[in-house]
């Protein structure tokens, strides 16, 4: 029995993770942008433990993680 290793990415073609690194960019920096909000104007009644922030920290690691996947996955033409 042979096997052949047969690439499934053409050449010229992005990978899907690619454009998932590009949503994570996206969500990444919405949500840290709401959590930059939310710190300058804080909420009448803050919710338990508000004083972590992880609007900002979720945001930020998106963010990190989205650019990561972004800068590994691009097209190297």
Do not use: C, K, Q
Not at 19 to 34: H, S
Not at 42 to 71: K, N, S
């Amino acid at each position: 029995m042979v096997f052949v290793l047969v690439s499934m990415h053409r050449p010229g073609m992005l990978s899907i993770w690619f454009f998932i690194g590009v949503l994570l960019l996206i969500y990444g920096a919405l949500i840290l942008g709401a959590g930059v909000w939310e710190l300058s104007n804080p909420p009448e009644h803050p919710v338990v433990r508000a004083d972590l922030h992880a609007g900002i920290w979720w945001g930020g690691l998106l963010v990190v993680m989205g650019a990561i996947y972004t800068l590994r996955f691009r097209r190297t033409s």
